[in-house]
């Protein structure tokens, strides 16, 4: 591909279509990347093409809020938080800010609030990693420390949030979800749950949701679709998936399985099988 005037590559690509282009600079860079810790997260308007998870990009949400850390979130550098009002709110707005920082530091951020215009965005700044009683930079303790930054717009109930997770161990994830335990068959005309743990090894309180995925054949023995779940830190929190069966529900099998959307973590279970049978036919039994 040559690069259009201003450096620039124009890159053909069909519809649902996908290419990888490799680029390889034609003159040495003028400094070496940056080494050492490397911000791994996405944001959160990128999600919605991950396992159809977060923000639609283009807009659709009134709020949204963005956090995004330096390259290495263990020194004290700025984090940057972006604000954004969508056209769709029609009308200006002031947007409160909260950060929420891992115990023993402070988090201060420049603007407390902010006045946004319909289709208007604002970056703030948020200072933290400082020890809250010296004032010096302060390391973190091994395990998973939870940032999040809350926005809400003043006089209307409208929020949204960004968070991320600071991980000071190289072993596992901070959201452990652990497959369910096959249930045992059920007639028709009854009912049972499907027990499911999930694991919040993290130093603060979030949230998620849990779907529920099985195929045609099956959605009417699972009336609630998507459940939402609190995670109390460094606890194990269960959840009982309702699984009820109409009275005139023919017998057969399906699969099922768990997709677990916390933040910007997605996990998924091993299926089992969910077995329904038929009531006996009491003229057989005379």
Do not use: K
């Not at 080494?35 to 923000?55: C, E, H, I, K, N």
């Not at 596992?172 to 096959?182: A, F, K, Q, R, T």
């Amino acid at each position: 591909l040559d690069p259009e005037p201003d450096g620039s590559l124009r890159v053909p690509i069909s519809a649902w279509g996908a290419i990888t282009v490799r680029i390889t600079p034609v003159r040495p860079m003028r400094s070496p990347p940056p080494t050492g810790a490397a911000w791994t997260g996405r944001p959160v308007f990128s999600r919605y093409w991950v396992q159809d998870t977060g923000p639609v990009p283009l807009g659709g949400l009134p709020l949204t809020v963005h956090l995004h850390p330096p390259v290495d979130p263990s020194r004290p550098d700025p984090w940057r938080v972006a604000v954004a009002l969508a056209d769709i709110h029609q009308r200006p707005a002031t947007v409160a800010l909260v950060a929420e920082v891992p115990g023993g530091w402070t988090g201060e951020l420049h603007h407390a609030t902010v006045e946004l215009q319909p289709g208007d965005h604002a970056v703030v700044d948020l200072h933290m990693g400082v020890d809250a009683s010296t004032g010096e930079p302060v390391s973190l303790a091994a395990g998973f420390h939870l940032v999040r930054v809350v926005g809400r717009i003043v006089d209307a109930p409208i929020a949204a949030y960004d968070e991320h997770v600071l991980a000071r161990t190289t072993r596992g994830s901070h959201i452990e979800l652990d497959d369910p335990v096959e249930p045992p068959p059920v007639r028709a005309g009854d009912r049972t749950d499907l027990l499911v743990r999930l694991t919040n090894r993290a130093d603060r309180l979030t949230w998620g949701e849990l779907d529920i995925v099985s195929p045609w054949g099956s959605w009417e023995l699972l009336p609630r679709g998507c459940l939402p779940v609190d995670l109390e830190p460094g606890g194990t929190t269960e959840v009982r998936v309702p699984i009820e069966v109409p009275i005139d529900h023919p017998p057969g099998r399906w699969w099922i399985l768990i997709r677990a959307r916390v933040g910007e973590i997605v996990r998924y279970t091993d299926a089992v099988w969910l077995t329904v049978i038929g009531h006996p036919d009491p003229r057989s039994q005379s």
